[in-house]
């Protein structure tokens, strides 16, 4: 079996259909979105239709809830500045350029999703089994709670979303993986990122997959709606515009 573990897509229609044009040329059996479909981008409605289109099976990410429930925050735990300030732009702008339809769809969303393949148990959340929305598990994560992590679910591989930022690592005997994001990615490389797992015989292998996508025109798309400006800088970068203590700072290169 060969499936495809994508998220982060933020309303950017460009890099996901660079990154499902690539998933359909590499034979890959299922598809599998790991939330937050909107926010930040300027196309939150054609990325959720997108999805529906293709029936893919989707779980719920932080910014999923704000816009589906309304909310006045996504829940991000920024310091007060200027990219909480973005975020919180962004949300309302997605929160009045989403259709009701749209709405109740990330509203349905569920917040884990569990299945087997071949005798190996996975685990699907955006965040982390222990706070399913909102919890970054990045490699810096300190080590006693990547165990608590680990140990806090039965599945034998966890594979989650939210930072934006690839990510393969063994934890007491589980495999926790993050494929990085397609709509907004911060690990310094602005290409779409998605992951290829393959499940042989009871073994597993993960592979980050890095798509070129048309920046300039989603950067075009993010000024035309007048957009903040920080949210075309972050495309371009490939990492947040607001770097400072405390921040993700990790690079994975394919």
Known sequence: MRLAFLGDLHGNSEALKAVLEDIDKKGVDEIFCLGDLVGYGPDPEDVVQE???RAIKTIMGNYDDGVGHSRQSCGCSYAPGRETEVGDISLNWT???TSQEVKDFLKSLPRRLSFEVENVKFLLV???PL???LEYVTPHTDPERLQKIAQ???????VNGHTHIPMVRWVSGKLILNPGSVGRPKDADPRASYMIVE???GTVQAHIVKVPYDVKKTVEKIVKNNLPLELATVLAL????DMGPGKIEFSVRM
């Open 126 to 128: 955006h965040g982390s």
């Open 95 to 97: 929160i009045e350029h």
């Open 238 to 241: 490939g990492q947040t515009f």
């Open 199 to 201: 499940v042989r015989r």
């Open 51 to 53: 999805i529906k289109k």
């Open 131 to 133: 706070s399913e929305l």
């Open 152 to 158: 806090s679910t039965s599945e034998d591989v966890i």
